[in-house]
């Protein structure tokens, strides 16, 4: 019941397209969504968060869509860029107990070409 | 540079050693977390603080695993009798909580430990 579940496991987009990257999740406790981005050797970099009493979160190319009845939540990168290139991963957390520890999908590889 | 910082980036020790590794959080923070993530995989939490209290365990952090929060500020994490599946980047993330429930982590650069 902890567990978020990411897809797909890696991703190649032309520059300029929509990357998609989808997560779901069980515990029905979890109350903060964030998307982390990671270079390589890089620590993980909170890109943008959603609080399920919204379903659309938007931060300049970065969208998160949430759908609170399906229990899943995804992150859209629109104009996608080569920059863009890193790993994504989705979290989930909750503040039940006063504790808030992030449970991370397995991650997706984004490859964006020129 | 006013974000968490993580010493040393790289250690490369023999198997049986101790390691000891430090995390500065944002000045103003009260959480203090680790988390390990080995490769392919997304970050595991290992264990938090609040201040200087240690609130919470992960079953992954075995005996041989202690971490400090002593003074509310920095934390150390050591290592005892590495063993090869200890290989892996072990990151410090901080956040100030508040009363009105969760906030951001910030994760820091990570250190990355091989045991050989």
């Known amino acids: 019941q902890q567990q978020v579940k990411q897809s797909p496991q890696s991703l190649i987009v032309q520059k300029g397209g929509i990357s998609i990257i989808n997560c779901a999740y069980e515990?029905?406790?979890?109350?903060?969504f964030p998307w982390y981005q990671q270079f390589p050797g890089k620590g993980p970099a909170l890109l943008i968060a959603?609080?399920?009493?919204?379903s659309e979160k938007k931060e300049g190319r970065f969208t998160i869509s949430f759908n609170k009845s399906a229990k899943q939540f995804s992150l859209h990168i629109m104009d996608s860029q080569p920059g863009d290139s890193a790993t994504y991963f989705c979290?989930?957390?909750?503040?039940?107990?006063?504790?808030?520890?992030?449970?991370f999908g397995t991650g997706t590889r984004l490859q964006v070409f020129p | 540079d006013t974000g968490v910082s993580q010493n040393p980036r790289h250690k490369i020790t023999k198997r049986g050693q101790n390691v000891t590794f430090r995390c500065d959080p944002i000045?103003?923070?009260?959480?203090l977390y680790w988390y390990r993530q080995t490769l392919g995989q997304g970050p595991e939490f290992l264990t938090y603080?609040?201040?200087?209290?240690?609130?919470?365990k992960s079953r992954l952090l075995s005996d041989r695993f202690s971490a400090e929060r002593p003074k509310g500020s920095f934390s150390t994490l050591e290592i005892q009798r590495t063993e090869q599946g200890d290989s892996a980047m072990y990151l410090c993330?901080?956040?100030?909580?508040?009363?009105?429930?969760?906030?951001?982590?910030?994760f820091g650069p990570g250190t990355r430990l091989t045991v050989t």
């Open positions: 993330a901080s956040s100030l909580k508040g009363l009105l429930g969760t906030h951001e982590q910030y």
């Open positions: 979290a989930a957390t909750t503040n039940v107990r006063n504790t808030d520890k992030l449970i």
């Open positions: 000045s103003e923070h009260n959480r």
């Open positions: 515990n029905t406790a979890f109350d903060y």
């Open positions: 603080f609040q201040n200087e209290a240690q609130l919470e």
């Open positions: 959603i609080r399920p009493d919204v």
